[in-house]
T-cell receptor, first 114, second 113 residues
Framework: AQTVTQSQPEMSVQEAETVTLSCTYD???????LFWYKQPPSRQMILVIR??????QNATENRFSVNFQKAAKSFSLKISDSQLGDAAMYFC???????????FGTGTRLTIIP | NAGVTQTPKFRVLKTGQSMTLLCAQD?????MYWYRQDPGMGLRLIHY???????AKGEVPDGYNVSRLKKQNFLLGLESAAPSQTSVYFC????????????FGEGSRLTVL
């Protein structure tokens, strides 16, 4: 079974600064997907960014980018120019290729300091 | 544009009572899921469905039943609630095209006394 580990229960960053959230995973599969989901105080989960394991290029979505290290099974999220609206729980998630059942990590609560 | 709607949003039950959570989606999605979220444990998959009339067990199915009689609805039932089922329950849906993008509801907070 796949596992996803987020070792940082809480992180904080000054507004406009850059922060990196860590995620490691364990799988014996070669084809899979990795995701970062955001859960704001409203509780509704929102997809932030998605990475296909077969792609070497790191995914980027505006101020959000990932550092995908397949050999190390590491998938970190970098948020640049942090904004107050980025405050939320961030979950790393994994799915096997051809399967949309997500396995989630335990989450990292991000606080933005004005 | 409703997306994924869960009812009720909050519910308090006594041990042994039964209840049903309703999830409705208006995006014509094939796949639907029920997750539970507990502090320090992330989200765990309870049951899921890959199409109308189908259901399958997830990671933590014990104590729950589901039904998908209509494509747009996915029901989660607790036949005899236990305090261990106190949690926030999330429904999600997806196209099933292997994008991995799930669309979530706002969650339902259930307390079992």
């Amino acid at each position: 079974a796949q596992t996803v580990t987020q070792s940082q229960p809480e992180m904080s960053v000054q507004e406009a600064e850059t922060v990196t959230l860590s995620c490691t995973y364990d799988t014996s599969e070669s084809d899979y997907y990795l995701f970062w989901y955001k859960q704001p105080p409203s509780r509704q989960m929102i997809l932030v960014i998605r990475q296909e394991a077969y792609k070497q290029q790191n995914a980027t979505e505006n101020r959000f980018s990932v550092n995908f290290q397949k050999a190390a099974k590491s998938f970190s999220l970098k948020i640049s120019d942090s904004q107050l609206g980025d405050a939320a729980m961030y979950f790393c998630a994994y799915a096997n290729f051809g399967n949309e059942k997500l396995t989630f990590g335990t989450g990292t609560r991000l606080t933005i300091i004005p | 544009n409703a997306g994924v709607t869960q009812t009720p949003k909050f519910r308090v039950l006594k041990t042994g009572q039964s209840m049903t959570l309703l999830c409705a989606q208006d995006m014509n999605h094939e796949y639907m899921y029920w997750y539970r979220q507990d502090p320090g444990m992330g989200l765990r998959l309870i049951h899921y469905s890959v199409g109308e009339g189908t259901t399958a067990k997830g990671e933590v199915p014990d104590g729950y039943n589901v039904s998908r009689l209509k494509k747009q609805n996915f029901l989660l039932g607790l036949e005899s609630a236990a305090p261990s089922q106190t949690s926030v329950y999330f429904c999600a849906s997806s196209f099933g095209r292997n994008t991995g993008e799930l669309f979530f509801g706002e969650g339902s907070r259930l307390t079992v006394l």
